[in-house]
């Protein structure tokens, strides 16, 4: 079975501070990478998406996110965070069967 | 458009009793999920209904729970004998079939057994 890992748990940061959140999955198969951000008491929402192609996406906002096959990652990034961005990030493959497998979330602080 | 919605948005029962949880997914779409989010955890898969095919239920965590879904729309989550470590927000989740899997949340219920 599918598994997703996110090292990061908490990370907090300075606005203005670059971003990079960990995600990595394992699954020998074709994939579809998923992060999600979830802002305090609103619901979870697509920031970007892979199914193929270029392994660099860019998604709302400013994230991006690099989808390396050889390292089974799918790292986000973001050049400059801001005090909004503070959220629960989630990563999630699919591959085929038709749910999600998410990882346990990285809770991201930005401190103004 | 509407996305998808949830009721109640908050439930807090007493351990033993049965739930129901609704979910009314985006109109058009064919693909039905729950998920669960334990706090502290990330989303756990429970069910999965697409079309008239029979729901994928791999991820239920006991026989207390059941799932139905009504005219290919509405949703109904079921916890029969509710115990303390049902705890959590469930979450539903709707998609457009064909659509590479992108599912579409909705806002979840939070549920509390006391």
């Known amino acids: 079975a599918q598994s997703v890992s996110q090292h990061n748990h908490h990370v907090i940061l300075s606005e203005a501070a670059s971003l990079e959140l960990g995600c990595n999955y394992s699954?020998?198969?074709?994939?579809?990478l998923f992060w999600y951000v979830q802002y305090p008491g609103q619901h979870l929402q697509l920031l970007l998406k892979?199914?193929?192609?270029?392994?660099l996406v860019k998604g709302i906002k400013g994230f991006e996110a690099e989808f390396i096959k050889s390292k089974f990652s799918f790292n986000l990034r973001k050049p400059s965070v801001q005090w909004s961005d503070t959220a629960e990030y989630f990563c999630a493959v699919n591959t085929g069967r038709r749910a999600l497998t998410f990882g346990s979330g990285t809770r991201l602080q930005v401190q103004p | 458009g509407a996305g998808v919605s949830q009721s109640p948005s908050n439930k807090v029962t007493e351990k033993g009793k049965d739930v129901e949880l609704r979910c009314d997914p985006i109109s058009g779409h064919t693909a039905l999920y729950w998920y669960r989010q334990s706090l502290g955890q990330g989303l756990e898969f429970l069910i999965y209904?697409?079309?008239?095919?029979?729901?994928?239920k791999s991820g239920l965590p006991s026989d207390r729970f059941s799932a139905e879904r009504t005219g290919g729309s509405v949703s109904t989550l079921t916890i029969q004998r509710t115990q303390q470590e049902d705890s959590a927000v469930y979450l539903c989740?709707?998609?457009?079939?064909?659509?590479?899997?992108?599912?579409?949340f909705g806002p979840g219920t939070r549920l509390t057994v006391t």
């Open positions: 989740a709707s998609s457009l079939q064909g659509q590479g899997y992108e599912q579409y």
């Open positions: 892979y199914f193929s192609g270029d392994p």
């Open positions: 699954y020998g198969g074709t994939v579809n």
């Open positions: 209904f697409q079309g008239n095919s029979a729901p994928d």
